[in-house]
């Protein structure tokens, strides 16, 4: 049943965590409540308004009208415009109507599926430095589906990687091989023509 000041129901039948310890059959959660599932459990929650179905391996922090998904997948029906919050994307009911929709985070990929209302897809923080140009606001249709990463909101695209640039320019390791070959040509330049030699005095 749905409960106040932003509580909610916990129902599991095993394999489910709640703030790092084994959570009762049924309890009271509250707003920072962290809630994961093991492989092969899954975990629903009962708020005012809104029944969330939390699927096997997922890792969630329930806030009251929000969600805050780390990975995995939720299915969501709500009276409540409840949202979730991935990295830097937010997708959140567009009416008060109920709305039955699919998010799912795994390898940083975000996939939202659009059962019954639409939804939407918004990006915030650095995400709106990275658009270029596109539109930091996407309508999920009803029947539709549309995927982004949840890396600031970047659209994923096919077979992104090597090929295409931008991506693994970003990309820490990236990042720590331009450093790498940074040192080795200051090495280069600064010694010269002096070979570093264990033989050879200073």
Partial sequence: MAQDNGRAMLHNNGGTWLNESPAPPSTAIFPDSL????????????????TVLVAPETVVQFQGLELA??????????AREMKVLIG?????????????????????????????????????????????????STIVR?????????????PVRPNQGTAGGGAFLDSAWAKGAG?????????????GDDPISPSKPK
């Fill in 35 to 50: 809630l994961q599932t093991q492989k092969g459990y899954s975990a629903r929650i009962d708020a005012e308004g809104s």
């Fill in 179 to 191: 450093i790498v070959a940074l040192g080795v040509t200051c090495l280069i330049i600064c010694v």
């Fill in 69 to 78: 998904l780390d990975h995995g997948h939720l299915q969501l029906d709500t």
């Fill in 142 to 154: 009803e029947g539709e589906q549309a995927t982004r990463s949840e890396h600031c909101g970047v």
């Fill in 88 to 136: 830097c994307v937010t997708v959140t009911p567009i009416t008060y109507d109920r709305t039955q929709f699919d998010v799912t985070d795994i390898d940083g990929k975000v996939k939202v599926v659009a059962y019954k209302n639409d939804v939407r897809i918004k990006l915030h923080g650095s995400a709106l430095r990275k658009t270029k140009g596109e539109s930091s």
